[in-house]
């Protein structure tokens, strides 16, 4: 008689160990790691824009931006993962030396392939993080931003935002819809 498969679970230090090393990018959740998917041209554009976008309103205010390298660890609920783009505004709270846990702002890319797992649970990862105040969800194939801000009463507001720009409280600018999507439209999705 066959024995059943033993799935490994991952520590957080096996998993941190394996990722330094890694060539690919891969979640940590309970102890399972899940491979993390390549972007499109489209989706890497997008992210490439909306990080240089971001990065001129967040210096003036002390306000460092990151790229999808960055690794952040939301300690309510486990997840390790990375965002598109992260902001992080004064001295990063750092976990095990390089992983992010103060984030202000994250964006994320959505793709076809990832856009239900993004907008369900892990932005409901993100909203225990108690440093956050704004998420963005770029969308590929129209100029759409939706944008979640954090209210005083900690409920999420969302403003789906299709032309003009969208107003970033915690870096008190906007960011115009022309300006993300330029030079973006006729790139492979």
């Not at 060539?23 to 041209?41: N, R, T, Y």
């Not at 720009?165 to 790139?187: H, K, M, N, P, W």
Request: proline residues 4%; contains cysteine.
């Amino acid at each position: 008689m066959t024995q059943p498969a033993i799935k490994h679970l991952w520590t957080d230090s096996e998993y941190l160990a394996s990722e330094r090393s890694s060539l690919e990018k891969h979640e940590l959740l309970d102890g399972e790691v899940f491979a993390m998917a390549g972007g499109s041209p489209r989706h890497n554009a997008l992210t490439i824009s909306v990080g240089a976008l971001l990065r001129s309103l967040a210096r003036p205010r002390g306000c460092s931006v990151f790229s999808s390298d960055q690794r952040i660890y939301i300690p309510a609920t486990g997840l390790f993962t990375y965002p598109d783009v992260s902001v992080v505004c004064g001295k990063p709270v750092v976990h095990d030396g390089d992983t992010i846990e103060n984030p202000v702002l994250i964006v994320e890319v959505l793709s076809k392939s990832t856009q239900d797992y993004d907008r369900g649970a892990k932005f409901g990862h993100y909203r225990s993080i108690l440093s956050l105040r704004e998420v963005l969800f770029v969308t590929q194939q129209t100029h759409c931003v939706e944008h979640h801000r954090r209210l005083d009463s900690n409920q999420w507001l969302l403003s789906d935002v299709r032309q003009g720009a969208v107003q970033l409280v915690s870096l008190g600018g906007s960011l115009a819809l022309d300006d993300i999507y330029e030079g973006c439209d006729d790139l492979p999705d």
